[in-house]
Nanobody, 120 residues
Framework: QLQASGGGLVQAGDSLKLSCVYS???????VGWFRQAPGKEREFVAG????????DYSDSVKGRFIIARDNAKRTVSLQMNNLKPEDTADYYC????????????????WGQGTLVTVSS
């Protein structure tokens, strides 16, 4: 399983950085960040390729969030800038063998999420 951390309570416009630590077997898999708000379905936020050279984002976070990967440190980070109240959710990281997939059904090794709360 992956372990996400770094969540917290912030105000709108603030920044927060999430981290996802993974095992050595994850180096050859795509890693994705997802989020789930109360009463809503889990949604794709950002994903990064095995090498860390290619990141992709949902339209709702593009231009505000930055995903990065360090395979030597076995970490994928999600830098979240200009946070909005609608970003409030539990954030999860997971792995996939399917390049560029955004479907949660293609991902596995879900760990516990980290809660991000953005106040207005």
């Amino acid at each position: 399983q992956l372990q996400a951390s770094g969540g917290g309570l912030v105000q709108a416009g603030d920044s927060l950085k999430l981290s996802c630590v993974y095992s050595g077997l994850t180096y050859n898999k795509r890693v994705g960040w997802f989020r789930q708000a109360p009463g809503k379905e889990r949604e794709f936020v950002a994903g990064i390729s095995r090498s860390g050279s290619v990141g992709d984002y949902s339209d709702s976070v593009k231009g505000r969030f930055i995903i990065a990967r360090d395979n030597a440190k076995r970490t994928v980070s999600l830098q979240m800038n200009n946070l909005k109240p609608e970003d409030t959710a539990d954030y999860y990281c997971a792995t996939s063998y399917t390049a560029r997939s955004r479907a949660s059904t293609d991902f596995a090794n879900w760990g516990q999420g980290t809660l991000v709360t953005v106040s207005s």
